[in-house]
């Protein structure tokens, strides 16, 4: 069963264009929302994170956007570069307990075009 | 200086044998993670460590044997290897074992069973 369903499987977008990468879930009780980029041939890496207690949240040229009750988050792109070429992955985990056990949706290819 | 390595980074061996993957963090976490990451690029969580302890045990074969010797060591020891085992290991680390401790993944071990 997957619980974080992502989409698109892969993307292209032009130069200076605006990705926009989705992500749903099912489980209510998930209350952390993290996006990971990943490079060929590297682990993943934290880019932005949101709790459900904001609709939006933007680190520079990366926005989350967060709908709780369509329970589905979104990552967009601004000007989009070259360089983010890579994968992108939504996750989500949920509060309580101690561990930090992180679902991933099943990731999106993006290539930027120059 | 690497933050989360593992050794080796490629590992190529036949079905039935044993090999060990190691992992090594040098940021001070308190917990660590395996993660296996398929063809298709889905990433899923096996084991979790936090002060050596182990908290995350997921539906994984008992081939599979996670060894924690200290803080910043996690090891990975397969036995009996399968054709289905081939995959790209990710070990990681985070500050502490909430949710909202961010990953740092290391660049993975591609593991090639024939």
């Known amino acids: 069963q997957q619980q974080v369903k992502q989409s698109p499987q892969s993307l292209i977008v032009q130069k200076g264009g605006i990705s926009i990468i989705n992500c749903a879930y099912e489980?209510?009780?998930?209350?952390?929302f993290p996006w990971y980029q990943q490079f060929p041939g590297k682990g993943p890496a934290l880019l932005i994170a949101?709790?459900?207690?904001?609709s939006e949240k933007k680190e520079g040229r990366f926005t989350i956007s967060f709908n709780k009750s369509a329970k589905q988050f979104s990552l967009h792109i601004m000007d989009s570069q070259p360089g983010d070429s890579a994968t992108y992955f939504c996750?989500?985990?949920?509060?309580?307990?101690?561990?930090?056990?992180?679902?991933f949706g099943t990731g999106t290819l993006l290539a930027v075009q120059p | 200086d690497t933050a989360v390595s593992q050794t080796p980074k490629y590992l190529v061996t036949q079905m039935g044998n044993d090999k060990s993957i190691k992992c090594e963090q040098n940021?001070?976490?308190?917990?660590m993670y395996w993660y296996k990451q398929d063809s298709k690029k889905f990433l899923k969580i096996m084991f979790s460590?936090?002060?050596?302890?182990?908290?995350i045990n997921e539906t994984v074969p008992n081939r599979f044997s996670p060894k924690s010797p200290d803080k910043a060591h996690l090891n990975l020891h397969i036995n009996s290897l399968e054709l289905g085992d081939s995959a790209v290991y990710f070990c990681?680390?985070?500050?502490?074992?909430?949710?909202?401790?961010?990953?740092?993944f290391g660049n993975g071990t591609r593991l090639t069973v024939t």
């Open positions: 489980n209510t009780a998930f209350d952390y």
């Open positions: 940021l001070g976490h308190d917990t």
């Open positions: 949101i709790r459900p207690d904001v």
């Open positions: 990681a680390s985070s500050q502490f074992a909430g949710r909202d401790s961010p990953l740092h």
């Open positions: 996750a989500a985990s949920k509060y309580g307990g101690a561990t930090n056990k992180l679902i």
């Open positions: 460590y936090n002060n050596k302890e182990l908290i």
